[in-house]
């Protein structure tokens, strides 16, 4: 199973998947670490679209080896969404704006999520994973 943890930066994205990951026994892949593997920190439409590839074949891999894969990234758009094909999404609403201007302007609010979070609180993490080991 593919999750992607989506959402602005500074939303919380790698906070939640920290919490999630030993709870689900889930592989993990952060999107800073994986860019630093890649050295490609272009944030252009293209430089995202190549990231959300990368973030994809790194959770086929792990999802065809009947492991829980978590992916923590922007994934702003419908478009990179598309292209990652994640089994759920949980969607980081817990900020208006990010830091990053360009960010900003290209993220598109998803239409299609299982979760949303909009504001964080001791039990998150607990009753979305509780909520996704049903669907394993």
Known sequence: MKILIMGLPGSGKTYLAQRLQPLLGAAWFNADKVREMAY??????????????????????????????????????????KLFDPDKVVWLDTIEEGR??????????????????????????????AEIKQDV
């Open 40 to 81: 490609d920190w272009d944030f252009s439409p293209e430089g995202r679209t190549r990231q959300s590839l990368r973030m994809k074949a790194l959770a086929d891999f792990e999802s065809k080896n009947k492991r829980v894969v978590i992916c923590d990234f922007i994934c702003p758009t419908a478009e990179t969404r």
């Open 100 to 129: 990053f201007e360009d960010t900003n302007a290209m993220f598109e609010k998803p239409k299609k999520f299982d979760f949303r979070v909009t504001e964080w609180n001791d039990k998150n993490h607990i009753n979305i994973a």
